[in-house]
């Protein structure tokens, strides 16, 4: 799936659009805000071994996008060899957008590779969120032999300036103090802008009154927060008021 948003008179407009297989793309129609809302559904119901997806975004400049799912992605069992997913996002100068998908939920036997590339020019803003939930604890699910791992690179200018991979094979290493501690949702936030080391503070008193537990970082013109949490509802809960207290505007279909 391709997109590309244009600034027309100072209004953000869709320029052109790609979709094909089962990645879709909706713009849902919005009255409380200029930002058009692009919804991503995934009409194969989820991914499993062998599966391909790749979303690519280019915002212009001065125009702003907000990406977001239908609902949680689902990792299934794979027969063999990972699910992939990657996301290539492009800011021209002035640019905004905002990485902000639903849940990844990691089945037990699942597999999935996740790499998520961003190009942007000094003075555009992007905000990126990836949670993810090892197994549903309604059902009664964990995940004893399922793989994930979760490649970031961002680049403003040409320059590499964050870098981050996850990788979690089965539990084995998320019981630590240093990993999960034995939790089973976690997610990780960064805010790139001009502005960002200012939202660190109000980021940390709202971490205070989470249900998850976190801890933020600002530097460089960015905020990163990482997040755990017992399950996926309060993992949920701690983005949205992460997201209030920072200035953070969450999608529409967050709350359907």
Not at 4 to 31: E, H, M, T, W
Request: proline share 3%.
């Amino acid at each position: 799936m391709r997109v590309r948003i244009a600034n027309a008179a100072g209004r953000s407009r869709l320029d052109r659009c790609y979709q094909g297989g089962s990645l879709k793309v909706r713009f849902p129609r919005q009255s409380d805000t200029e930002v058009p809302e692009a919804v991503l559904l995934n009409t194969a119901g989820g991914i499993t071994g062998g599966d391909r997806f790749r979303v690519e975004a280019e915002i212009d400049a001065g125009a702003a996008l907000t990406l977001t799912s239908q609902a949680a992605e689902k990792i299934y069992r794979s027969p063999g060899g990972e699910g992939r997913f990657d996301v290539s996002l492009t800011l021209a100068a002035g640019a905004r957008l905002a990485w902000l998908p639903h849940e990844t939920i990691l089945f037990d036997g699942g597999r999935y590779e996740r790499r998520l590339d961003v190009v942007m020019e000094d003075d555009a803003e992007a905000v990126l969120c990836e949670a993810v939930i090892l197994g549903r604890a309604a059902h009664g699910e964990s995940v004893r032999d399922g793989l994930i791992t979760d490649r970031w690179r961002v680049r403003r200018r040409g320059k590499l300036v964050y870098a981050d991979n996850t990788t979690i094979h089965g539990n084995r290493g998320t019981d630590g103090s240093a990993t999960l501690g034995g939790k089973r949702a976690f997610a990780s936030l960064l805010v790139l802008a001009p502005n960002a080391e200012a939202r660190i503070e109000p980021a940390r008193a709202a971490l205070e009154n989470c249900p998850a537990t976190g801890g933020a970082s600002g530097w460089d013109g960015m905020l990163a927060v990482r997040l755990v949490a017992d399950d996926g509802m309060a993992l949920r809960q701690s983005i949205v008021r992460l997201c209030n207290a920072t200035a953070i505007r969450t999608p529409r279909a967050w709350s359907i």
